[in-house]
């Protein structure tokens, strides 16, 4: 099933075309942003331009056009706080019916907030965390306290880039006069919203929308770091933020536009929306933000979907996000969902009981099972280069939910689970940190040997148990009454983990003796 969701926001129209899989998952196929500004001037006016009007509708009647090529079977279309607050937003909406055919709902602020919810649970693991989303729009700031089963509070306030714009005449920069009075402003509205947060308390704060990601990364940027390939799940710290909106209020918009990571259609606001998400998060009273890249589209699927759910399949139960989104890759390339999970569960295993040789942590333990449930989805393409082929997959669909740096280690993992083992006449793996690459030959031992002892996929092994000494890694197999075929392969698969070790490694079944 194809659907299409196109959000009709104050400052830009967006719409994703998605292939839904089951109950809780879709896959993004089409992207689309037109930064038709709807409400420029509205929240001192009252009225949409003509021109913002005019562009509204082009840029809609394309989407509309556009979802029909792709065999969309259902158009979901939502506005928000411009066209709530205009007084032709009626009028608007009425063309766009008279247009496409399309009826938009015009969704209230408290409404908008529970379906970006919605979206950053299925993007961010979440796992026991309770989180405060905050989403920086034109017209307002929607805040959402919840955790993976429950919303706790949402609310939205009058605060976004282009309602603060129109307190400003001068475009141009902003002197600590304008940056005071702003400020106290954004304190005055959101007090009391803010009051109800802290009395119910959250764990960790994600920001979604435009205007928090671009500050996010262009931030990030500034204080010295790369270009993030997805910015979902990245953090960023306070203090670099408010570092960078500082330089921005100096700048006048064409300078603004000459920043890393900003665009030439977000200078003429951004550095409000700078000045506004600093002091949100210092209203919070936290020092980072985890950046997600789903938003209200991504929610409005989601809400859709459960909406409609006999009309979708049905996944594995998951205990995790994380482990959801796997779960699809694994079904949609139809590989095996419980035989990759017994590969991470002894994978897990030798992890586990080696740590005080490689003294790695959580972090590396999780891309470690990751990369086991899907080292082998790649045999979707062909057996013969399917370590290749994982790899390849994972590029081009980059599951939410997980960072750059998490899917570099689990993209290079899968590719060495088998065959050649990493080395730097590899261009890919030589260009990894040195700490990369050393967990990369740590990890992809592991995986190695976990590999071969499902190498008949029927489970046989039950338990392993490690011994560790000064020369070397015993490792003893337990299960099945003959496991020749399991052994034999760990044996001839061992040699990278012992290498990375600098131990001999011994595999044997329970019945062997040394």
């Given amino acids: 099933m194809k659907l299409a969701a196109i959000d009709i926001g104050t400052n830009s129209i967006h719409m994703i075309v998605v292939e839904v899989n089951n109950k809780k998952s879709f896959d993004i196929i089409n992207r689309e942003k037109e930064m038709a500004k709807l409400g420029a001037g509205v929240f001192a006016s009252n009225y949409i331009s003509d021109r913002a009007f005019k562009i509204g509708l082009e840029t809609i009647s394309r989407y509309v056009q556009l979802a029909d090529s792709l065999g969309v079977d259902e158009i979901i279309t939502a506005a928000t706080s ?4 205009a007084r032709n937003g009626e009028d608007f909406l009425n063309q766009v019916v008279a247009q496409t055919g399309l009826t938009p709902r015009m969704i209230s602020g408290q409404e908008e907030a529970r379906l970006i919810f919605l979206a950053v649970r299925n993007s961010i693991a979440l796992e026991s965390d309770k989180a405060l ?23 939205s306030m009058p605060l976004g880039v282009l309602r603060l714009l129109d307190m400003f005449e001068d475009r141009g920069t902003v002197g600590t006069e304008g940056k005071g009075v702003l400020e106290a402003h ?3 509205v959101g007090k009391q919203i803010f009051k109800q947060i802290h009395d119910l308390g959250f764990d960790r704060v994600i920001g979604t929308s435009g ?3 671009t500050m996010g990364e262009a931030a990030h940027v500034a204080a010295g770091g790369e270009s993030w390939q997805s910015v979902n799940a990245e953090v960023v710290q306070l203090k670099d933020i408010d570092k960078l909106t500082q330089k921005l209020l100096d700048m006048k918009p064409e300078e603004r536009a000459e920043v890393k990571e900003i665009s030439d259609k977000r200078a003429d606001a951004i550095h409000l929306g700078g000045v506004l998400l600093v002091q949100l998060l210092e209203m919070a009273g936290v020092k980072e933000i985890t950046l997600c890249d789903a938003s209200l589209r991504e929610g409005m699927i989601l809400d859709y979907i459960q909406r409609h759910s006999n009309e979708v399949s049905v996944l594995p139960e998951t205990p995790s996000l994380r482990h959801r989104k796997a779960a699809n890759l694994v079904y949609k390339y139809e590989s095996d969902w419980d035989e990759n999970c017994h590969v991470a569960k002894l994978a897990l295993q030798i992890f586990d009981q080696i740590q005080k040789l490689h003294q790695y942590g959580d972090f590396e333990r999780e891309v470690l099972e990751f990369a086991a449930l899907l080292h082998d989805i790649g045999q979707f393409i ?27 280690l689990i993209k290079h993992l899968v590719r060495y689970h088998c065959k050649a083992k990493p080395t730097k006449r590899h261009k890919k793996f030589r260009n990894l940190s040195k700490q ?5 030959q740590m990890l992809s031992g592991i995986l190695r040997i976990a590999v071969a002892l499902n190498k008949t996929k029927n489970r046989r092994v039950e338990r392993i148990d ?7 890694l015993v490792i003893t197999v337990t299960g099945a ?3 020749e075929v399991e052994i034999w392969s760990a044996r001839n698969s061992r040699q990278v983990l012992a290498e990375a070790l600098k131990r001999e490694v011994k595999i044997k079944p329970t019945y062997a003796d040394d």
Avoid: W
Wanted: aromatic letters at 8%.
């Fill in 82 to 85: 411009a066209i709530r607050e």
């Fill in 133 to 155: 989303v905050l989403d920086i729009g034109g017209g307002s700031t929607e805040a959402v306290l919840g955790d993976r089963s429950k919303i706790f509070f949402k609310d």
């Fill in 186 to 188: 954004i304190r005055f």
């Fill in 211 to 213: 205007t928090i990601r």
């Fill in 382 to 408: 062909s057996f013969r280069q399917h370590h290749k082929n994982s790899r390849y997959i994972l590029k081009q669909t980059d599951p939410r939910g997980f960072n750059d740096e998490e899917m570099l």
């Fill in 436 to 440: 990369h690459r050393q967990i990369i």
């Fill in 466 to 472: 490690c011994q560790v000494s000064t020369e070397k």
């Fill in 481 to 483: 009454d003959n496991l």
